[in-house]
């Protein structure tokens, strides 16, 4: 992803989890909401932590659908975690969770270890490092540590951030999806609206293929002992 946001207007301190984010406003009306943000998001941290444990089904549905759609083969363990991190961080940034795995899936393909070289774009959400390590840092005993490259290859480290990126450009265009989501390409014109129309295609399939799992799973539930799948009763 080349990400290309450039103006001072558009940067806020906004400070969440271990990673300040920054945004910094020239008008008294942008300082004042900055402020009533950071407060809102240091009084919410709590109650997103107690919303860690997500439904069973759910994360096994997203890993079914991770198995299908990666670029490579990964372990069920590596699945499991980007699927956790995608559904508790999309629940933290108030990002829709199909928008959040129809961008990875255009970004990486679901590999971790995803990495544009010439661009140095890392990671699941391909993070273009050198726009935004500036406004990124680990929090660490004794102060901050700015982001590192390697950093990102980590899955909840790049989840936390690109989806942070992510609520930041949807924010900048209004909550328009179509818009947030070319902004967050960092492409113009013909190419921008191709990656738009990709990821709307990713989201589609993925909630297909939910609604038919899920009722699949319904399907199977209603089955009396010792009915099988697909025999007459």
Not at 23 to 35: D, I, P, T
Not at 38 to 56: D, K, T, V, Y
Not at 70 to 85: E, F, G, K, P, Q
Not at 154 to 172: E, Q, Y
Request: aromatic share 10%; with cysteine; charged share 25%.
């Amino acid at each position: 992803m080349r990400h290309l946001i450039a103006t001072l207007r558009e940067k806020a301190l906004i400070r969440m989890g271990p990673f300040p984010f920054f945004r910094a406003g020239v008008s008294l009306r942008s300082a004042v909401l900055s402020f009533f943000i950071i407060c809102f998001l240091s009084f919410s941290r709590l109650s997103s932590a107690l919303a860690i444990e997500a439904p069973g089904e759910t994360l096994k549905f997203l890993s079914d659908y991770i198995s299908l759609h990666a670029r490579t083969h990964m372990a069920a363990s590596v699945r499991s975690s980007i699927s956790r991190n995608l559904l508790l961080e999309s629940r933290r940034q108030r990002v829709p969770l199909y928008l959040a795995v129809a961008i990875v899936q255009q970004e990486s393909g679901f590999d971790p270890h995803a990495l544009n070289s010439p661009s140095q774009d890392y990671g699941l959400f391909q993070v273009h490092f050198p726009f935004w390590r500036r406004y990124f840092a680990r929090h660490e005993p004794g102060g901050y540590r700015p982001l590192q490259p390697e950093d990102l290859f980590r899955i909840p480290v790049n989840v936390r951030v690109g989806l942070m990126i992510l609520k930041h450009d949807l924010a900048l265009e209004r909550d328009d999806a179509a818009r947030g989501v070319g902004l967050y390409s960092g492409r113009k014109g013909e190419s921008r609206a191709l990656y738009v129309e990709r990821v709307f295609r990713n989201e589609v399939s993925f909630l297909v293929f939910l609604s038919l799992r899920e009722r699949e799973a319904r399907s199977v539930e209603s089955l009396s002992p010792g009915q099988g799948v697909g025999r007459d009763p």
